[in-house]
């Protein structure tokens, strides 16, 4: 299965990392396309793999949806901005880093009662 991490600054599915350029909007029409087209090609490549992920698909044409419905590249819980480089790093984020980490602790917490 193909995995989404890949480090800084290095191509992820064929795409090329993002160049924002100064002033940019954030999640604007260019940054929005990037995204698509780097979802597009790793769809692609896990559809054509020997056994597809179907959660993994699902995911990621979740993640196109929200690109078309304009909520993509913000935390599904406190709304702020996950920025570039995560989204670049991990394009199925739904949550900041801050929230992430509440969710895994309740979780635990939680797991243990």
Excluded: N
Aim: some cysteine; glycine content about 10%.
């Amino acid at each position: 299965m193909t995995t989404e991490k890949t480090g800084a600054g290095q191509a992820m599915h064929g795409v090329e990392p993002y160049q924002e350029t100064r002033g940019e909007e954030y999640m604007g029409a260019p940054m929005a396309k990037h995204f698509t087209t780097l979802l597009g090609a790793w769809k692609q490549e896990v559809m054509s793999s020997a056994a597809p992920d179907a959660k993994l698909i699902e995911k990621i044409d979740k993640s196109m949806q929200k690109i078309k419905d304009e909520e993509y590249g913000w935390c599904d819980s406190c709304g702020l901005e996950l920025g570039l480089r995560q989204l670049e790093e991990h394009p199925l984020s739904e949550l900041c880093f801050d929230c992430k980490e509440i969710a895994e602790k309740k979780e635990k917490t939680v797991g243990k009662g």
